[in-house]
T-cell receptor, first 111, second 112 residues
Framework: SAVISQKPSRDICQRGTSLTIQCQVDSQVTMMFWYRQQPGQSLTLIATANQGSEATYESGFVIDKFPISRPNLTFSTLTVSNMSPEDSSIYLC????????FGPGTRLTVL | TQLLEQSPQFLSIQEGENLTVYCNSSSVFSSLQWYRQEPGEGPVLLVTVVTGGEVKKLKRLTFQFGDARKDSSLHITAAQPGDTGLYLCAGARMNRDDKIIFGKGTRLHILP
């Protein structure tokens, strides 16, 4: 298993602002993944973050809205830019360990 | 179109009862995972099944992968209040770059 931590655990933000979510893993991993879980919905993959290269975004997600950094093999950040109430979700980072293994998530509320 | 259908969506039963949750698809999966998620937390991986017909047990939880690897079930025996949570299935579809897709979940509430 792995220990994954995320900061912040929750935040309430104003429309039009941006929030950067940090994800730290206790071991080196090649790929880290960012998911979104909207209220009452399933988890949706936003992007895959590889160290040393640009993130790969899924259909419906773009770099301008969700810029991702992956400076080393244990850390990644996801920024939610120019937020609107529709961005209110739980944002989860994960690593692959016999299936996606998740951090505790960041609960974001946009007013 | 939901590629992984979970049923039921909601289930509220008395402590001590048995229950089964289903995860169905028309796609074939190379592996399938079950998670439990509690409010304010990330999903916690319970099990991964990879072989058609495979059965795995985790204390009072029994997981089965369908022979054709298109469906799975989670059976809980003698449910306890601590089993309350959102149960999610997820799978890596074969021949689709093994992309993981998630079901919408079954919200289970065990009444003491």
């Amino acid at each position: 298993s792995a220990v994954i931590s995320q900061k912040p655990s929750r935040d309430i933000c104003q429309r039009g602002t941006s929030l950067t979510i940090q994800c730290q893993v206790d071991s080196q991993v090649t790929m880290m993944f960012w998911y979104r879980q909207q209220p009452g919905q399933s988890l949706t993959l936003i992007a895959t973050a590889n160290q040393g290269s640009e993130a790969t975004y899924e259909s419906g997600f773009v770099i301008d809205k969700f810029p991702i950094s992956r400076p080393n093999l244990t850390f990644s950040t996801l920024t939610v830019s120019n937020m609107s109430p529709e961005d209110s979700s739980i944002y989860l980072c994960s690593v692959e360990l016999g299936g996606p293994f998740f951090g505790p998530g960041t609960r974001l509320t946009v007013l | 179109t939901q590629l992984l259908e979970q049923s039921p969506q909601f289930l509220s039963i008395q402590e001590g009862e048995n229950l089964t949750v289903y995860c169905n698809s028309s796609s074939v999966f190379s592996s399938l995972q079950w998670y439990r998620q509690e409010p304010g937390e990330g999903p916690v991986l319970l099990v991964t099944v990879v072989t058609g017909g495979e059965v795995k047990k985790l204390k009072r939880l029994t997981f089965q992968f369908g022979d054709a690897r298109k469906d799975s079930s989670l059976h809980i025996t003698a449910a306890q209040p601590g089993d309350t949570g959102l149960y999610l299935c997820a799978g890596a579809r074969m021949n689709r770059d093994d992309k993981i897709i998630f079901g919408k979940g079954t919200r289970l509430h065990i009444l003491p």
